[in-house]
């Protein structure tokens, strides 16, 4: 079974919330351009934010592996 240490735990957890922060920033800029673009962006559309989730998800799993002893 995985295991990480308290300190490792403390870690990764930084970073996580690093990238959420990121993810969060990303997400933002995207939406004010293209509300500028005067793109209409709506739950059941187009997803126009789907390569951040995608990041966010690498991001996830980049930081599991790096603090994860296998």
Do not use: C, P
């Not at 996580?16 to 990303?26: G, I």
């Not at 990041?55 to 980049?62: F, G, K, Q, T, V």
């Amino acid at each position: 079974m995985a295991t990480i240490e308290k300190s490792d735990k403390k870690k990764a957890e930084e970073e996580w919330q690093a990238s959420v922060a990121e993810s969060v920033n990303r997400v933002e800029e995207r939406r004010k351009s293209l509300e500028k673009q005067g793109v209409q962006f709506h739950l059941d559309g187009v997803n126009y934010f789907k390569d951040i989730e995608d990041w966010l998800d690498a991001e996830r799993i980049r930081i599991k592996m790096k603090y994860t002893n296998i």
